[in-house]
């Protein structure tokens, strides 16, 4: 079975510094995608950047980064220049891709931005 | 385009009652995926509709039930209500039956607070 691992419960940055949060996950599977989501205070969750797995290179959104080590099987987030909109709870997921696939969630990092 | 739906925003039941749930997906996606939201077990994967065809499920007991129509709405039921099952319950859609890849897109979800 899959596991997402998230290491940090909670961390916190002051406003337009960068911070780096941390997944690692366990698969078999060799193809497969991964996902940051942001869940802001009461509301929606969104996407904030995605990864498929055949791919080398690191996706980047804007002002997001990940870094996607395939072999270490760690996919970390880099938010650069931090805004007060980044606070939110933010969940790495995977997508395993396979015949018995499901979105598999860490358990999430608490990110407070202080101004 | 309207985003994904899902009523009622609150609900509140007491012990032995049953629970019925709606989601709305975004026009023109045709999978839904629910998922549970718990402090203490983050977010967990119940089940997935695609054309009307349940086409995986998670660890939860028989009492969760789900059921999407033609037009792709989609309902959950979960009967016998115990007081674990308060929670956030998400509902997500996307464009085609994964795996794909494909983003997700969550609802502001039903928050079910069992007495």
């Known amino acids: 079975a899959q596991t997402v691992t998230q290491s940090q419960p909670e961390m916190s940055v002051q406003e337009a510094e960068t911070v780096t949060l941390s997944c690692t996950y366990d698969?078999?599977?060799?193809?497969?995608?991964l996902f940051w989501y942001k869940q802001p205070p009461s509301r929606q969750m969104i996407l904030v950047i995605r990864?498929?797995?055949?791919?080398?290179q690191n996706a980047t959104e804007n002002r997001f980064s990940v870094n996607f080590q395939k072999a270490a099987k760690s996919f970390s987030l880099k938010i650069s220049d931090s805004q007060l909109g980044d606070t939110a709870m933010y969940f790495c997921?995977?997508?395993?891709?396979?015949?018995?696939?499901?979105?598999?969630f860490g358990k999430g990092t608490l990110l407070t931005v202080n101004p | 385009k309207a985003g994904v739906t899902q009523t009622p925003r609150y609900l509140i039941k007491t012990r032995g009652q049953q629970v019925t749930l709606s989601c709305s997906p975004i026009?023109?996606?045709?999978?839904v995926s629910w998922y549970q939201q718990t402090p203490g077990q983050g977010l967990q994967f119940l089940f997935e509709?695609?054309?009307?065809?349940?086409?995986n499920k998670g660890n939860f007991p028989g009492r969760f039930s789900g059921r999407q129509f033609s037009n792709s709405r989609s309902e959950m039921n979960v009967s016998t209500l115990e007081l674990g099952d308060s929670a956030l319950y998400l509902c997500?859609?996307?464009?085609?039956?994964?795996?794909?890849?494909?983003?997700?897109?969550f609802g502001p979800g039903t928050r079910l607070t069992v007495l």
């Open positions: 997500a859609s996307s464009l085609d039956v994964r795996p794909s890849g494909d983003e997700q897109f």
């Open positions: 698969t078999s599977e060799n193809n497969y995608y």
């Open positions: 990864q498929e797995a055949y791919k080398q």
């Open positions: 997921a995977f997508d395993s891709g396979g015949s018995n696939y499901k979105l598999t």
């Open positions: 026009s023109g996606h045709r999978s």
């Open positions: 509709y695609f054309s009307e065809t349940q086409r």
